[in-house]
């Protein structure tokens, strides 16, 4: 391995905003998630069974929240965020992070309430209030984010982003680039918001049906953009003729090797979360238990089924 890549998988860029914005939401989480802990313990203590204490702060939604954090260092931070300058396949791995693993794994820790309760009492008593039922604010970000907007929002700056003037003005302003970021990580917290079913619950829970379509929707368009870009007979984005080539890759080969990234590991996050729910779906409904013999074993019923319900 000559010098300058060594070098280049060994580099850290330790952002002073990326690194406070992490220790504080880290620092946050942590205080709400102990205090939530020690408040569902003592009350559950002489109500529950042990293994059903502290359910409300298991502690793998911590380590859950804590390894989406890591992962975001990862992506900004790291050797990951160097090369995405110079190779287009790592610059994708980068996006396919943010969006797929980091946004994900944070909702699944559930942090809306833990955060809320990690805040000083004054700040958290002002963000409960902007949350009450008839609260303008809490009405309008249940309109902003109504799951077709949402996914209207996600699809869109999917889009926008991989249009070649915006990737590449991404990829020469630094700016420009974190708002790229930005934008992919927002888009995919209200995305997965939905599907997974985090806090707060502004417009109630999405039946298990409605979430299997909200992901597999998405499907095509993913795919469509990652098609298009592994199988271009021309580069794309401009920006990275012009840079040093590392690992002996051309630039059409690095495109095809981004594009065919996107395109089947990025579909399959999504038809993977399709089939959790899917089996999930399956369970529940396997779980029932059965209508009694006396309800359903009538001439009523036989003639006309459904009137047992």
């Known amino acids: 391995m000559d010098p300058a890549t060594s070098a280049l998988l060994r580099s850290w860029d330790w952002r002073a905003d ?8 880290g620092t946050v989480y942590l205080l709400g998630w102990g205090r939530l802990r020690y408040a569902t313990y003592q009350r559950s203590s002489r109500q529950l069974p042990g293994p059903n204490r502290r359910h409300l702060a ?17 992506a900004l931070m790291s ?21 797929m693993i980091v946004a994900p794994l944070l909702l699944l820790a559930n942090p809306f309430p833990f955060l ?16 009450k039922p008839k609260a303008s604010f809490r009405r309008g970000l249940r309109q902003f984010t109504a799951p077709g907007v949402t996914w209207l929002l996600y699809v869109g700056g999917l889009l926008a982003w991989h249009d070649p003037n915006a ?46 379509a909200f992901l597999l929707v998405t499907v095509p368009v ?11 007979s021309q580069p794309i984005y401009t920006y990275y003729t012009t840079v ?37 779906w399956v369970q529940a409904e396997a779980g029932k238990k059965p209508l009694p013999e ?16």
Do not use: C
């Open 79 to 99: 050797p990951i965020d160097v090369l995405s300058s110079q190779l287009f396949f790592i610059h994708m791995i980068q996006h396919l992070l943010l969006q």
């Open 18 to 25: 990326v690194t406070i914005i992490l220790l504080l939401l």
């Open 222 to 232: 993913n795919m469509f953009v990652g098609v298009f870009i592994a199988f271009s």
């Open 294 to 309: 006396a309800t359903w074993a009538t001439q009523e019923a036989m003639i006309a089924p459904g009137l047992e319900r």
């Open 244 to 280: 040093p080539r590392l690992g002996g890759l051309t630039v059409l080969e690095d495109q095809m090797l981004a594009g065919v990234i996107m395109w089947i590991p990025g579909s399959m996050m999504y038809l993977m979360a399709a089939l959790v729910l899917i089996v999930g």
């Open 116 to 131: 809320l309760w990690g805040l000083p009492e004054k700040a958290r008593n002002r963000v409960m209030r902007l949350f």
């Open 167 to 212: 990737y590449n003005a991404a990829l020469r302003s630094q700016w420009v680039h974190d708002m790229e970021h930005l934008t992919f990580f927002l888009g995919a917290m209200l995305f997965w918001w939905h599907v997974i079913g985090a806090g707060p619950h502004l417009h109630g829970r999405f039946n298990r049906g409605a979430r299997i």
């Open 58 to 74: 298991a502690g793998w939604r911590l380590a859950v929240y804590l390894i989406g954090l890591l992962a975001i260092a990862v």
